[in-house]
């Protein structure tokens, strides 16, 4: 309740401050204010959220299809230090392939500790018909100059949300986010446990497998399992990720952090809808671009291969030929219209454009938007895909 003192001002005295104040800062002698990155909290703020970060290729490590990229700071482009990140978050990479201008996103394997330390790993898998994966694997190299976004993304351990333990479940080069959090753990960084249920054909596909098995013997809140899909072998799960795997080895209650390829995560949702689980304790890493809209059982019948898409960006128009299959930030890139975008799986929100005109598919597994935008005619072109000819108000991309 209010100080009975307060009851007894009348507002209209603080209006008589004005005259007073604005006597004394006159009489005041001028200064120069200090420059803005002198102040605490600006310099965090900038330490945290640089905005851009140039960094370079120091060291590549090869596996099986895959290789792991450590970046370090390039200072001669302006960029001393690494940004801190929490483990799990992502970089969004900048490419220039051929006339194609776009972003790729990529979690960070290394912990936030290494990254204090100076050092950022990103760990790229070879993929059939990948455009940008299969770009960085060839041309990367040492001394290789990289453009990229500051840390990104909410796939990290919150202990007001999630359970003291996570049961993660990888596939593929998903793992690379799971590296990061178990080494954060045995750092003494996030106070979690982690059991790690990692999907591969064979063993010999498994990134970190020696890696992994050191953490364990350094703390007893990490362990590996490898589940395997083709092979059979002692000290191993045989087959897929399914809800009587999870019950296996969770506890009484848990967290489910999850990332690997699409069709993983379309068959392991499956599974965990069986566990009853509340929906705060199941997080997910989308898990880059979606593919394939027309295997959705929703998906219309009789769509057009191809239709007009009328594209504004600051005041300028121009109409592009779209493939149905393609998402419509992808027809964009293809065409050389380069338009903000980070997560590509309707998360993060850069690439909120605004639907003018005509109708689009967005799968219900990666359409991130909010009721408003739904109202409001808005959409993610990352995973957004045309049933009609369109028109679409893009947002410039910032220089």
Known sequence: MASPKLWKLNPMDFTKMTPARNEVIEKAEAKPLPPTNSYVPNQIANALHPGVQHLKVNKIVENENAKTYYLEANAEKGTKSLAYFSAGQYLSIELEIGKMKLNRPYSLASSPKEALAGTYMLTIKRVDGGLASNYILDNWAVGTEVTASEPLGTFTYEPLRDAKTVIGLAGGSGITPFRSLAKAIVDGDEDAELVLLYGTNT????????????????????????????????????????????????????????????????????EIEKLNLRKKFVRHELSGEYFNPDKEEDYPTNVNPTFNITVRIAGKEQTIVANANDSILRSLEKNGIKSPAHCRSGECGWCHSHLISGEIYAPKSVDGRREADLIYGYIHPCCSFPLSDLVIEVPPTKK
């Open 203 to 270: 063993l010999k596909e498994a990134i970190f497998q020696e890696e992994f098995k050191e953490l364990q013997k350094l703390s007893p809140k990490f362990k590996l399992v490898n589940v395997l899909s083709a092979e059979d072998m002692d000290g191993v799960e045989k087959g897929f990720i399914t809800a009587e795997l999870i019950k296996k080895y969770a506890p009484e209650q848990y967290s489910i952090f999850m990332c690997g390829p699409q069709a993983m995560v379309n068959f392991v949702d499956k």
